[in-house]
């Protein structure tokens, strides 16, 4: 035999048996598991609202599942007890969240991985301590006072608003104004690029068409193709990095907030002292962009719905936002909110009926068995994804009793009904729980506080939540009118 076709011949051989252990490197995981596995093709990702599909698969499975995306097995989890295993007891098994398709500078905290998510999150933890979100309440509040009055104006073209675009003028103001220290005006702007790109962010990341299912559903059996084609819309993470980095570089003085810290990196690094480079530093600002610009609007848009179909609710937060302000110096401050506890309430009630992140996930970096009382110890390989179905845990009457019914006593502490640990998960939980928990209750609280004791919010015909498909991430929607009548 010549050598040339000999080793032609070879090659192909050896290529296909990678190929070939590739693809069956899974194989007969969930059996060996012994865990029921979902039998489903998934070209049709585009017309499925995953939160109602987790909840079906809860319903015939029980507490987990498993399915395989393209070879990858993904295990999911709605028990409490190994919820906790996987989110805090053996953390670092699963450090990372499943791989996204995308270039390393554009790796946030959100999407940072291992070592780098470490050493990121021990950088930005102190930017929400409590003193720090303290100097953020004026930005908040005078923020608020500008969305009372782009509703008032609004109000001037009929009684019936669509409160999505509102409330996420709103979210975007408050961020960029309390960590980035730059007035974005997007009530007065609604057109400005950095509003339309943080939306796209999230509307890019729904699968729209059958095309973007296939080429996802073809793409899970070679992740790695899925980073030559922009599926997501990831042009718009490369203007929020240069956003950032024009922000930081542009600063004159200091405000002690967001900025200053990655400038503060900066500088660091420029005397070598800083462990992160100059694409991860500038990257923390698509996070921040990211993830707190549409949850927290998604949460206080839905806000609008429970309020229009509870009115006893609704009052219930009016009254007591009056009693509390009736002994307030200084208006809605940091203490009056901290005594809102029906508010506080009602918000985390909503968060669990509505939650604006449906699902979290865990990548297992190593092999690891997790402690279950039922079924000796589940051993989980490494490359295995963890999902953890939020919506379906919330609506789990299991854990939440009547789960369909809005109440906002399960989470008063004087109450007999309490959470039990690891259900409530909007914000997930453990190391790599949501940084911004606390500035985001803050924001929500400041500005709903002040928009009920303004507006009346009135159920019309037009009053509708329906839930768009093709998000397996968050809770999509494309608006929500609501009548308002000023108080
Ligand atoms: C209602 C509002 C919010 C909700 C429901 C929410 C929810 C979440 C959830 C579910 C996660 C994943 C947690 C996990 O995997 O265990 C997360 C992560 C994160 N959130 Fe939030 N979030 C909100 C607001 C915010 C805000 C306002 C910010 C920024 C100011 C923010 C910044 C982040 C970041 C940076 C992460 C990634 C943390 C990490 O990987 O270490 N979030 N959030």
Redesign the pocket.
């Known amino acids: 035999m010549e050598v040339l076709p000999a080793v032609f011949i070879g090659t192909v051989i050896i290529l296909g048996a990678r190929i070939l252990a590739h693809l069956l490197k899974f194989r007969g995981y969930f059996e060996a598991l012994d865990v029921p596995k979902v039998r489903m093709w998934t070209f049709n990702q585009h017309k499925m609202v995953f939160q109602y599909f987790d909840i079906e698969c809860m319903l015939q499975f029980g507490r987990i599942w498993g399915k395989y995306e393209g070879i990858t097995p993904h295990l999911f989890l709605a028990e409490p007890k190994l919820i906790k295993e996987v989110?805090v007891k053996k953390f670092d098994s699963f450090v990372d969240?499943q791989y996204f398709p995308m270039e390393e500078k554009h790796r946030?905290?959100?999407d940072a991985r291992s070592e780098s998510?470490r050493v990121m999150?021990r950088i930005l933890t102190p930017t929400f301590t409590s003193g720090k979100l303290k100097t953020m309440f004026t930005p908040m509040q005078r923020v608020a006072d500008e969305f009372i009055v782009a509703v008032e104006q609004r109000l001037k073209t009929g009684p019936v608003v669509d409160m999505k675009p509102l409330y996420q003028a709103l979210s975007l103001d408050t961020?960029a104004n309390c960590?980035f220290g730059v007035n974005t005006n997007s009530f007065t702007q609604p057109n400005n690029v950095l509003f339309r790109k943080c939306r796209d962010v999230f509307s890019d990341l729904r699968i729209k068409n059958v095309l973007e299912s296939t080429i996802l559903f073809l793409g899970s059996y070679f992740p790695k193709v899925l980073e030559w084609i922009d599926l997501f819309g990831l042009e718009n993470f490369d203007y929020l990095w240069r956003t950032t980095r024009d922000i930081a570089l542009t600063r004159e003085g200091s405000r002690g907030d967001f900025i200053d810290k990655l400038i503060e990196l900066k500088e660091d690094l420029d005397k070598g002292k800083c462990p992160l480079n100059e694409d991860q530093i500038f990257a923390q600002g698509i996070?921040?962009f990211q993830?707190?610009f549409e949850?927290?609007s998604n949460?206080m848009t839905t806000m609008m719905y429970t309020f229009a179909k509870n009115p006893y609710v609704q009052n219930t937060v009016f009254e007591e936002i009056k009693e509390v302000l009736r002994d307030s110096k200084n208006g809605i401050d940091y203490d009056a909110i901290g005594k809102m506890t029906y508010l506080d309430a009602t918000i985390k009630e909503n968060?669990r009926m509505y939650?604006?992140?449906t699902r979290?996930d865990r990548l297992c970096l190593q092999d690891c068995r997790l402690d279950d009382a039922t079924r000796q110890k589940l051993l989980i390989k490494k490359g295995t994804v963890v999902q953890i179905p939020i919506y379906a845990i919330h609506h789990n009457p299991d854990f939440f009793p009547e789960p369909y019914v809005f109440r906002p006593e399960r989470f008063l502490s004087a109450e007999d009904i309490s959470v039990a640990d690891m259900t409530f998960q909007?914000?997930?939980?453990?190391p790599?729980?949501?940084?911004?928990?606390r500035?985001?209750m803050a924001?929500?609280k400041i500005a709903l506080a002040k928009f009920i004791l303004k507006f009346k919010v009135v159920d019309c015909p037009e009053t509708k939540l329906d839930f768009l498909p093709g998000d397996p991430f968050f809770l999509a929607y494309s608006s929500l009118c609501v009548k308002l009548e000023t108080r």
């Open positions: 989110l969240r946030s905290l959100v998510w999150r961020i960590a996070g921040f993830a707190g949850t927290s949460t968060l939650p604006p992140v979290i909007a914000f997930g939980s453990g790599r729980t949501c940084i911004g928990m500035f985001a924001e929500m």
